[in-house]
């Protein structure tokens, strides 16, 4: 059985307060940043790569862990929050005043296309997107375990990617793995605090070149998760 380990962190707390703040592309509050760098001081297996949405509350911390770590670091498109449309940027509130109904809709059920906010991403859409980033994470682990493999050697370290992102990507990454299609649940009741750590085991089957023969050499042919649920080291009181 080949093995690697994918680290997830949500951003901390942003500036801009209880908004829909999907791709607005706000920052940390010095709190945020004091979130995360707590958060990382509980992630005890080293890292060997990391992966960070763009935008500036990920890509800006993911820059500075990398470069501490000294490992290769990539900013994904497919690890953004989802695009809430003309509702992005707007407060909470100012939403459910303006559009009560709309906002209603959408909380209960944000699966359903015509719930969606105008112009804004589906969350089916959003869904897609969001594996298309953990297949191309879990694709360059498969690279360096088959690295390791080729130069003969057993790997000093397992391959560990910490990705850096947003409340809306780990829920989605939830659902894939525990295969729980199209939950409301997981957007509407679930709490997932700023700095929230969440991890996946990742596995291959020893076997796994035979049985990528005839489907184009993908390792997403045989690749499998185990999810640790989220968690949030609480910050130590002054």
């Not at 112009?119 to 953990?134: C, I, P």
């Not at 297949?135 to 360059?140: L, N, R, S």
């Not at 682990?141 to 370290?157: F, G, I, M, S, T």
Request: net charge negative; hydrophobic share 45%.
């Amino acid at each position: 059985m080949k093995r690697a380990k994918i680290t997830l962190l949500r951003h901390g707390e942003c500036e801009g307060g209880a908004i829909f703040r999907g791709q607005t592309d706000v920052a940390l509050t010095a709190t945020g940043v004091a979130q995360m760098q707590h958060a990382l001081t509980q992630v005890t297996a080293p890292i060997t790569h990391v992966f960070s949405s763009p935008l500036q509350r990920c890509f800006g911390f993911s820059l500075a862990t990398a470069q501490a770590l000294s490992v290769p670091l990539q900013a994904l498109t497919a690890l953004q929050e989802i695009d809430f449309g003309l509702w992005d940027g707007q407060s909470f509130e100012r939403i459910y005043q303006q559009s009560p109904q709309a906002f209603d809709a959408y909380w209960r059920d944000p699966w359903a296309s015509e719930n969606t906010p105008e112009a804004g991403e589906t969350l089916s859409d959003f869904n897609a997107r969001v594996e298309t980033g953990l297949m191309a994470i879990t694709d360059a682990l498969w690279l360096q375990v088959n690295n390791d493999a080729a130069l003969n050697q057993q790997a000093e370290l397992e391959p560990h990617a910490l990705v850096v992102t947003h409340g809306g990507v780990m829920r989605c990454l939830m659902g894939y793995v525990l295969n729980a299609g199209q939950s409301s649940g997981l957007f509407a009741n679930l709490a997932l605090p700023y700095a929230a750590i969440m991890s996946l085991d990742v596995y291959w089957a020893d076997n796994v070149e035979a049985a990528l023969q005839g489907h184009d050499n993908n390792p997403q042919f045989k690749v499998s998760f185990t999810l640790h649920w989220p968690q949030t080291a609480a910050m130590p009181v002054r």
